[in-house]
């Protein structure tokens, strides 16, 4: 149990019905909500905590614009009763949120964090966790995100925007693990 030892809270992020609007364009890791799937049942299981993070755009064109359909939780992912809940308005899941507080007062010092969009919220949350401290792990085959384009107007696939946010996150945010290696740990 080296990789992964209690008390760690998997942060699910923004894995909301919106997430599948087809307007986002192509994505990886076709299998990723399976595997998110496989760590909240085994959370869950154990009875270590969850923590779902939704966000709420402020931007009417986002397709997590309340008050329309893709602001709620797709029905696999939505929270059961003691189970936390944050909702963010910007990428990062810990910015005005309380969820630092949350965990500290939980004594909780590690997340998990899966969810959506790898290269957006995922590395936005998982730098933060790692910058105030916590032992921070990114699950990469339970992570997505969609095609790219660069300021030149060059379009990156989906898996090379992943793996190039994944790159960048290991270098001194977050261990990055897949999902074998975590539930091998827990």
Known sequence: MTAITPPAALLIID???????????????????????????AWRLAGHPVVHVRHISRDPGSVFWPGQSGCEFQPAFAPRAGEALFEKHVPDAFCHTGLEQWLHARGIGRVVIVGVITNNSVEASARSAGNLGFDTV????ACFTF?????????????????????????????????????DAS
């Open 15 to 41: 894995m909301q019905t919106g997430i599948n609007h087809p307007r986002l364009g192509p994505r990886n890791n076709p299998e990723a909500e399976l595997r998110m799937l496989e760590l909240l049942a």
């Open 138 to 141: 990114v699950v990469a085959d």
């Open 147 to 183: 095609d790219q384009p660069d300021l030149q107007g060059r379009v990156w696939s989906a898996q090379d925007v992943h793996t190039l946010s994944l790159a960048n996150l290991a270098m001194d945010y977050a261990r990055i693990l897949d999902t074998a290696q975590v539930l």
